[in-house]
């Protein structure tokens, strides 16, 4: 069955740097878009990165700039890349991939960041 595992997050500093991580289990072979979500305490959930088949690249206004969003098909996995963060990247951040094949949508488990000042 397929499942996201995400790994990177944890507690930095305002101004440092943490690298997301978000890899596909089980037979994938084709994957059409792959998206960073994050949601704080008491708001939506927002959209932060995305990146789909062809490398093409979305960014949310506040994270231009200082996050980059990578895959690698090879693996299934898709990363991100944050730096100068500030407090307010505080969130819980999911990672989603639209699946070709086999189709289907995926949502990873979360993984906490949190940004100290």
């Known amino acids: 069955q397929v499942q996201l595992v995400e790994s990177g997050g944890g507690l930095v500093q305002a101004g440092g740097s943490l690298r997301l991580s978000c890899a596909a289990s089980g037979r994938i072979f084709l994957i059409n878009t792959m998206t960073w979500y994050r949601q704080a305490p008491g708001k939506q959930r927002e959209l932060v990165a995305r990146?789909?088949?062809?490398?093409?690249?979305n960014y949310a206004d506040s994270v231009k700039g200082r996050f980059t969003i990578s895959r690698d098909n090879a693996k299934n996995t898709v990363y991100l890349q944050m730096n100068s963060l500030k407090p307010e990247d505080t969130a819980v951040y999911y990672c989603?991939?639209?699946?070709?094949?086999?189709?289907?949508?995926?949502w990873g488990q979360g993984t906490q960041v949190t940004v100290s000042s």
């Open positions: 990146i789909g088949s062809g490398g093409s690249t």
């Open positions: 989603h991939f639209d699946v070709i094949r086999p189709p289907g949508d995926y």
